[in-house]
């Protein structure tokens, strides 16, 4: 009762400035955050910041962190606190659903029955309040400030709750946007730097995902290379990941005071060809690397009758393991080369063991390798030491064609707002979580697949390096750097403060 005698007090002060204040319900908690070791000074802060957006422009585990069975034996499958939009969930399994749309959902309604001071002690540990303002939207002259205050609260506190579906979400517009500034990062290859290919409008940085449930920490830099220290990050996989690597070895360098203690390792300026390339930030003593293995297993040859012809042997990882066999924090992925024109249409094509497939469909092509690639991982990674990461599709927007007979995606300058415009769930996906939930070793699933499909507006399309630009090599599945993969970075660290293993324990 005391404490909300204070707050109500406080909401009512007749000042025009703001009102930080922090509560003494939360002095001798230190799950939260650090606490400063002076007795004159005891209060708890976020090791982040949350940043909720109002203006919507747009239509139990272990204590390492795996996961347990009923009985406490360890046991994998897709970490909880992450999942996205599931196969289980029929409502979710299509992005064209028929299904009502749901509306915004009204966090101001949240929780009413409970008491404030009831609020308080579950972990918030601060907010401001700003006379004359409704903090939630809600009613005026900030009558329902109160109950907006709460609503605010909990979207900050329900970050760590496993309802909070971080992938459930929608775009938001954000002039604060990016974490980098356009031009200033050296390490993004030129078909990914739209600005310095002249692309006219920059709308497209402007973005902020906003999960309907709760709010994400703004990605903090220090905090991320604090936690990285001494350790080593590997990102693994296709082209679209070493976009999502290039991006956050840009977001780590913005927050690095001497830019000259950032380097590659092997002193290359470009990243396209096959091999392993890793970045040094020399204060923090840690990398964050990117092998290039765009199908994860083993592209090979097989000496047949015939001669010799290529082969992707499905029963073998790619020969780059020993690059990342060692890491603190491996993200993978596969799926953009998993198609007819780069596999040679599945024929004579796919091997296991001695055999090869005469004929095998693509989708089946692609299990039989994600199982090979989960029992590489259960076999070869300990989950008490490294964090094993899985990122999802990322969607493609040509229009009129394919990526190789003129598809196009020129001049869009904005997301897609209408949902039914958004494509089915990618069979791919549905495939991975399935391999994903078998799995003994515990992985982080980042279900980007949709959120991917909202921005029609973010891919290079003709402002691609010299000598590409044309309408007829237009680029729509990369993306633009700054641009969505900065996202997909927010929610790994996201991802990572959530699974709270290791050095990113709460």
């Avoid at 083993?298 to 393991?321: A, H, I, P, W, Y």
């Avoid at 953009?336 to 596999?343: C, L, P, Y």
Wanted: net charge neutral; aromatic share 12%.
């Amino acid at each position: 009762m005391a404490a909300t005698f204070v707050v109500a007090s406080l909401f009512f002060l007749n000042s025009s400035v703001k009102i930080p204040f922090l509560f003494p319900a939360f002095q001798g908690l230190n799950s939260l955050g650090s606490r400063n070791s002076s007795s004159e000074r005891s209060h708890l802060y976020w090791p982040f910041s949350f940043s909720p957006v109002s203006s919507c422009c747009s239509g139990a585990g272990s204590g390492d962190g795996s996961l347990m069975d009923s009985e406490g034996r360890r046991t994998g499958g897709i970490v909880d606190t992450h999942f996205g939009n599931f196969t289980e969930n029929p409502k979710n399994e299509s992005f064209d659903s028929k299904e009502e749309e749901s509306p915004r959902k009204n966090y101001s309604q949240i929780g009413r029955s409970e008491s404030f001071s009831n609020v308080i002690d579950k972990g918030i540990v601060s907010f401001e309040i700003r006379k004359n303002e409704s903090v939630s939207g809600e009613g005026q002259n900030g009558t329902n400030a109160q109950n907006g205050t709460v609503d605010l609260l909990r979207m900050e506190m329900n970050f760590y709750k496993k309802e909070c579906d971080i992938y459930d979400g929608e775009w938001v517009r954000d002039d604060t946007k990016p974490y980098y500034l356009s031009g200033l990062c050296p390490y993004i290859d030129r078909d990914f730097d739209c600005h310095f290919n002249k692309r006219p409008d920059d709308g497209y940085i402007k973005w902020k995902w906003q999960p309907y449930a709760c709010d994400i920490p703004s990605f903090n830099s220090t905090d991320f290379l604090e936690k990285m220290r001494g350790k080593s990050l590997v990102i693994v996989g296709d082209s679209l990941n070493r976009n999502m690597w290039e991006s956050l070895v840009c977001m780590l360098r913005a927050g690095v005071h001497d830019k000259n203690r950032v380097y590659e390792i092997s002193g290359r300026s470009k990243f396209k060809k096959k091999g392993f390339y890793a970045f040094r930030f020399e204060d923090y003593n840690c990398s964050v690397d990117f092998v290039g293995s765009p199908f994860l297993v083993r592209e090979s040859t097989f000496n047949g009758v015939n001669g010799s012809f290529e082969t992707l042997r499905l029963d073998l990882m790619d020969q780059t393991t020993p690059m990342y066999n060692d890491a603190d924090i491996m993200i993978f992925n596969t799926g953009h080369w998993w198609t007819h024109e780069k596999t040679s249409r599945g024929e004579d094509y796919y091997q296991e063991g001695d055999h090869v497939h005469t004929r095998l469909k693509v989708l089946e092509a692609y299990k039989r390798a994600l199982h090979t690639w989960a029992r590489w991982v259960d076999s070869n990674v300990d989950p008490n030491r490294t964090q094993v990461i899985f990122r999802g599709y990322s969607a493609t927007h040509f229009r009129g064609g394919r990526w190789n007979s003129g598809g196009q995606c020129h001049n869009e300058t904005e997301p897609i707002f209408n949902k039914k415009q958004l494509a089915r769930y990618p069979s791919k996906m549905k495939a991975l979580e399935r391999v994903i939930r078998d799995m003994k070793t515990p992985v982080v699933y980042m279900n980007i697949s949709r959120l991917t499909d909202y921005r029609k507006d973010g891919h290079p399309s003709v402002y691609r390096a010299e000598g590409h630009n044309g309408v007829h090599a237009q680029d729509c599945s990369h993306w633009c750097l700054p641009g969505v993969p900065d996202t997909w970075n927010e929610l790994l660290y996201a991802s990572l403060l959530k699974s709270g293993r290791g050095s990113w324990a709460n």
